[in-house]
């Protein structure tokens, strides 16, 4: 099995100020990790994924950055956010096991004030 | 455009009733199709997943069904609780690339005493 974990589970940040979340994996790991966005309304974002250790790919154009310093640790990060940047953020990875999907942290809400 | 569109939106039924959510989606080429059930400030969790063979898929009182002919799906939920309030939300994955996931916005269920 898999768990995914994720902290802080809620922040309010000052808009211009740094950002870092992190995500670490415990358990049976995937070399895949993911960071999604999901704003109020909508469905979830891919931000990035990350095929290994230093492996980043970006889907969108944006205020955020992640990396991948160890295998099972994936860091969302922003020299300066923006009030856009708020919303829940996700942690995931395809899991071993094909037969149960996806395996979700628990989130980071994010607030920009 | 791969899309995955969800209904009702939201939904409120009473305790001890069933209900059938809906997804319709347009992802080519198919891999499988997912249902998750995320409670509020909570990451998602799977509660099914479905292959392009597969018409019905059961997990307690939760019963998926996939017609890849019409590219429509269904979870129907009997007997339903109050913890079974919470966002269900329909994920299809194409087959092809490193994540190809794409997200419904989910269906809001209340579940009222």
């Known amino acids: 099995s898999q768990t995914i974990h994720q902290w802080p589970a809620t922040l309010v940040q000052p808009v211009g100020s740094p950002l870092s979340l992190e995500c670490t994996v415990e358990g049976t790991s995937n070399p895949n990790l993911y960071w999604y966005r999901q704003a109020a309304g909508r469905g979830l974002q891919l931000l990035f994924y990350s095929v290994g250790i230093g492996q980043i790919s970006s889907e969108v154009p944006q205020n955020l950055s992640a990396s991948r310093p160890q295998d099972r640790q994936f860091i969302l990060s922003s020299k300066k956010l923006l009030l856009s940047d708020s919303g829940f953020y996700l942690c995931?990875?395809?899991?071993?096991?094909?037969?149960?999907?996806?395996?979700f942290g628990s989130g980071t809400r994010l607030t920009v004030v | 455009k791969n899309q995955v569109e969800q209904s009702p939106q939201s939904l409120i039924i009473l305790e001890g009733k069933n209900c059938t959510l809906q997804c319709n989606y347009t992802v080519s080429p198919f891999s499988n199709l997912r249902w998750y059930k995320q409670d509020t400030g909570r990451g998602p969790v799977s509660l099914t997943i479905m292959t392009f063979s597969e018409n019905t898929k059961s997990n307690g009182r939760y019963t998926a069904t996939l017609d890849a002919d019409t590219k429509q799906s269904s979870l129907h939920i009997t007997a339903s609780q109050l913890s079974d309030s919470a966002s269900y939300i329909c994920?299809?994955?194409?087959?092809?690339?490193?994540?190809?996931?794409?997200f419904g916005k989910g269906t809001m269920l209340l579940v009222s005493p």
């Open positions: 994920v299809v994955s194409a087959r092809s690339g490193y994540s190809t996931l794409t």
């Open positions: 995931a990875s395809p899991g071993t096991d094909l037969n149960y999907g996806y395996t």
